[in-house]
């Protein structure tokens, strides 16, 4: 499915080539419809071509969202509510239901709501429980594999889901989550010692035993089960041979009745030659810094890693404390020596130079380029 963006001053949109309009009684349930989970398009032509254009405003979609992080339960939880109760909704009002559109692409999450939006597309040519399973397929790969919870909720719905009714959903949700823990709720004394770091009887009855000391035999050192570091009973063990040594002035050898005596060689200075490093031959990844030139309380920005998210959200790698700034404003990746941003769908929009990037375009950064985050100036350097 071709999918294209539009962003203007006040609304960004999302372009889909058009499949079947909805029918005339269709509209009019769809009038009346009551819901905050579902975006419905208008209809219309571009160049002679059926398009349908959403209003995404302020929305991000899943498929960026996961970009930058990890499926954990609690999103996992509310994608998956969100299915089963717009169902609901679509049924109620005898829409029909495989026109929900289930694409990474097409799942958005409202900034201000909080919630998760699904889009309706009637003509879209698959059944519903098909793509809900190649929607799990995808979200299995971006999930986040040491949230136990998370992972039980995925393989659960992965598994049972599409081999019955979505509103299966509901019930899947409800089950208490279970693990050789115990249930969240359950009393700690049902972890077993070992796994709660508890040393077992046995262990502490050991740690409990007093160290048995050395003793000190015809000039010969005994360590016996005494806790002592490696090195402090290689350092003892030197210093009587090399005592023993110095009073034989010679090498003692072995004779029948006679131990071993060792004597350690004396160690020889070493000397490491390190070669000269040109300064020219050091590779350093290079660096960007967004430089403020506003007349707020925001601070000059450092892109580092290959990733960096900038936003008013505590959380991003690139804080910006502006009330017009969204919570996950822009983006910018680094590709070798070049810097790029992207709008992630802000509110107050991204311009580069002066002029406003659509969703999901990403633009190439100039050496002394100018940065709008909505109102707030930032220099490239």
Same mark, same amino acid.
């Given at each position: ?15 889909? =080539? ?19 989970? #579902? ?31 990890? !499926? ?75 949230? =136990? ?50 040393? =077992? ?26 806790? #002592? ?21 010679? &090498? ?21 030659? &390190?070669?000269? #490093? ?65 709008? !992630? ?30 109102? =707030? ?5």
């Amino acid at each position: 499915m071709e999918i294209a963006y539009n962003r203007s001053l006040m609304t960004s949109s999302m372009i889909l =080539e058009a499949g079947e309009a909805p029918a005339e009684w269709e509209e009019r349930m769809i009038a009346n419809l009551k819901t905050d989970r #579902v975006l419905f398009g208008e209809w219309g032509k571009e160049n002679g071509r059926a398009r349908v254009w959403y209003d995404i405003t302020g929305k991000q979609s899943l498929q960026q969202f996961l970009e930058d992080a990890k !499926l954990g339960y609690d999103l996992l939880a509310d994608l998956l509510f969100g299915i089963y109760e717009t169902v609901e909704q679509t049924e109620s009002m005898l829409l029909c239901t495989d026109a929900i559109l289930l694409m990474p692409e097409t799942i958005f999450l409202d900034y201000r709501s909080g919630k998760v939006i699904f889009c309706y597309y009637p003509g879209y040519g698959k059944t519903l429980p098909e793509a809900f399973a190649v929607l799990m397929e995808y979200l299995l790969v971006h999930l986040d594999h040491g949230d =136990e919870k998370a992972v039980k909720l995925a393989y659960d719905a992965y598994g049972r889901i599409p081999k019955g009714s979505i509103k299966m959903l509901a019930d899947l949700l409800c089950t208490p989550y279970e693990s050789e823990y115990g249930t969240d709720d359950g009393p700690a004394d049902t972890v077993p010692a070992q796994r709660r770091g508890e040393p =077992e009887q046995e262990e502490m009855q050991r740690q409990e035993e007093p160290p048995k000391h050395s003793k000190k035999r015809d000039g010969v050192l005994l360590i016996w089960k005494k806790k #002592v570091r490696l090195p402090q009973v290689f350092d003892s063990v030197c210093k009587v041979c090399r005592g023993i040594w110095e009073k034989a002035g010679r &090498r003692s050898s072995r004779t029948d009745g006679e131990g071993y005596v060792f004597a350690p060689e004396e160690d020889e200075p070493s000397s490491v030659m &390190r070669p000269t #490093v040109l300064l020219q031959e050091i590779s350093r990844p290079p660096e960007g810094i967004l430089r403020y030139e506003g007349n707020g309380a925001c601070t000059d920005l450092k892109i580092e890693g290959e990733s960096c998210v900038i936003g008013s959200d505590r959380t991003c790698e690139c804080y910006v404390p502006s009330a017009t700034v969204s919570r996950r404003h822009a983006r910018i990746t680094r590709r070798g020596e070049l810097f790029f941003i992207e709008d !992630l769908n802000s509110a107050n929009g991204t311009y580069v130079g002066g002029a406003l990037l659509n969703y999901r375009t990403r633009m190439s950064l100039e050496k002394n380029e100018i940065i709008l985050l909505a109102d =707030e100036k930032f220099r490239f350097i």
